[in-house]
Nanobody, 126 residues
Framework: QEQLVESGGGLVQTGGSLRLSCVGS????????MGWFRQVPGKEREFVGV?????????DYSDSVKGRFTISRDRSKNTLYLQMNNLKPDDTAVYSC??????????????????WGQGTQVTVSS
């Protein structure tokens, strides 16, 4: 059964760090691309970053997190990570990991992701 399970969220002060983990099972292990998205109540889901599961692990980030967040993966553990540094109150959201086989050019669109985790809350206090 395909499943993605996130962990690592919590409450942190501005400027602090958190590392989120996402453990996959089933077909998610062979999906081409793994991504992180975030959402706050009343707003659309927002692209955070993405990594190619194969072929060198190419990454892409939204402008709002570039230079502060880093995505990595451990294929032996089927685990995706999101290292978040220098956190800001605007980073407060529910963070979800997702998996897709869509072409790389569509990587930033949540619409094309097939599998989703349940999400983990990240709260950054000012």
């Amino acid at each position: 059964q395909e499943q993605l399970v996130e962990s690592g969220g919590g409450l942190v002060q501005t400027g602090g760090s958190l590392r989120l983990s996402c453990v996959g099972s089933g077909r998610t292990a062979s999906m081409h691309t793994m991504g992180w998205f975030r959402q706050v109540p009343g707003k659309e889901r927002e692209f955070v970053g993405v990594i190619r599961n194969w072929g060198g692990g190419t990454t892409d980030y939204s402008d709002s997190v570039k230079g502060r967040f880093t995505i990595s993966r451990d294929r032996s553990k089927n685990t995706l990570y999101l290292q978040m540094n220098n956190l800001k109150p605007d980073d407060t959201a529910v963070y979800s990991c997702a998996a897709t086989n869509v072409v790389w050019s569509a990587r930033r669109s949540a619409y094309y992701y097939h599998y989703w985790g349940q999400g983990t809350q990240v709260t950054v206090s000012s």
